[in-house]
């Protein structure tokens, strides 16, 4: 009987930074940020730098849109992800007008069931109510920022588009554009 070759297996993935080199972003630095005012000079260099280092990992990872989409809208996951700290990932829901529920409400961690503190009607009901008003100074009336304004107004002009259709359970579910340009907003989007 034949001896059999000995076989290779060539596993052809490309990991995400984060897998490949988890000690970077486990860094208690990046996971919990301690406040700048705490910090020596030479420390604030240090967490630049360590910072530096995973943004330019995380803006170069094949998966960043998907992984900032989730992180953002569906999984309110601890540490730094996808070029953002959570306070970020906080400011970015803000500005977007959503929240992530708490991860005790489900089986399975934490989840977004849409809905945030500024509705799609309370928008376009302010809207009707102010209607020479600028997206700023309707953003000013609801205390939530101008994008999610026009990101609410665009909505309504899209569904008169399509028939005034009735919104479906994710309605108020943010596009991935809506997210970068959040994440855009951020002045830590161009570190690196
Ligand atoms: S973008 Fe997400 S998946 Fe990619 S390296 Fe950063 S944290 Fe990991």
Redesign the pocket.
């Known amino acids: 009987m034949r001896e059999r070759e000995p076989m290779t297996i060539v596993i052809d993935t490309v990991l995400?930074?984060?897998?490949d080199d988890p000690t970077t972003?486990l860094d208690e630095y990046l996971q919990a940020p301690p406040p700048r005012s705490a910090l020596t000079a030479a420390d604030r260099r240090l967490v630049e730098a360590k910072r530096a280092t995973a943004h330019r990992?995380?803006a170069g990872?094949p998966?960043?849109v998907d992984?900032l989409y989730r992180a953002v809208v569906e999984v309110d996951v601890a540490g730094y992800?996808?070029c953002t700290t959570e306070a970020e990932r906080r400011s970015i829901r803000r500005d977007l007008g959503i929240r992530v529920h708490d991860a005790d409400d489900t089986a399975y961690g934490a989840r977004r069931v849409g809905g945030g503190p500024v509705s799609h009607e309370v928008v376009l009901t302010v809207r009707h109510a102010y209607p020479k008003d600028t997206c700023q100074q309707l953003a000013e009336r609801l205390g939530c920022s101008t994008s999610t304004v026009k990101r609410h107004l665009r909505k309504a002009r899209e569904d008169v588009l399509v028939g005034g259709s009735e919104p479906d359970e994710h309605s108020d579910r943010p596009t991935i554009d809506a997210v970068l340009d959040a994440f855009d907003e951020l002045s830590s989007s161009r570190v690196a």
């Open positions: 995400p930074p984060c897998a972003f990992q995380c990872c998966v960043f992984c992800v996808a």
